[in-house]
């Protein structure tokens, strides 16, 4: 996935903040975490190019371990759960949610290894073909681009401010 994490992040974040607003979440805070989560798993790309010089794909390193994920989410789980003040734990939970989305993202058309540190086999739903130079035309002229373009879409629609319940009155031409 190339740009639909960033979107993804705030769809969900978007979607899920009912439920954190009635344990006293506010939205821009709430929003911000998920956003940053969405797209922390990816974070390894300083590491990636600067220090290890591309030499292994960035998805073997713990940032993008599933499990890593996971793990952050049931412990912030647990932090909202046991917390009398919940907004940290629920910034957490949201951050975590995301991360793990992300790896969910990444699985469509990418390898992840689902089972690190445990097993070394990547998962992939679907394999993108090594057709065009560079290396991220192959990804924008495949299919699942356009899944990512019905994400910033959906996100896009997400941001509208709504109107009121009011009903608004059209002029007939």
């Known amino acids: 996935m190339i740009i639909g ?3 993804a992040g705030y769809i969900v974040s978007k979607l899920l903040f009912p439920y954190f607003e009635s344990r006293d979440a506010v939205l821009r805070p709430f929003l911000w975490a998920g956003i940053f989560g969405a797209i ?3 974070l390894d790309m300083v590491y990636f190019h600067l220090v290890d010089h591309r030499q292994h794909h960035h998805h073997t390193y713990f940032t993008h371990f599933p499990i890593v994920w996971a793990s952050l989410l049931l412990l912030s789980f647990i932090w909202f759960n046991a917390a009398r003040v919940k907004i940290r734990a629920g910034l957490a939970m949201i951050f975590s949610v995301n991360g793990l989305i992300h790896m969910l993202l990444d699985s469509v058309v990418g390898d992840i290894w689902w089972f690190a540190p445990f097993v070394d086999k990547a998962f992939a739903f679907f394999t993108v ?3 065009y130079k560079p290396w991220w035309l192959n990804f924008i002229l495949h299919w699942s681009f356009a899944v990512e ?3 910033v879409l959906w996100a896009f629609y997400l941001s509208r401010p709504r109107q009121s319940g009011v009903q608004q ?5």
């Open 169 to 173: 009155e059209h002029p007939i031409i």
């Open 129 to 131: 073909p090594a057709l």
């Open 5 to 7: 994490h960033l979107p």
């Open 149 to 151: 373009l019905a994400i």
């Open 40 to 42: 922390a798993p990816d």
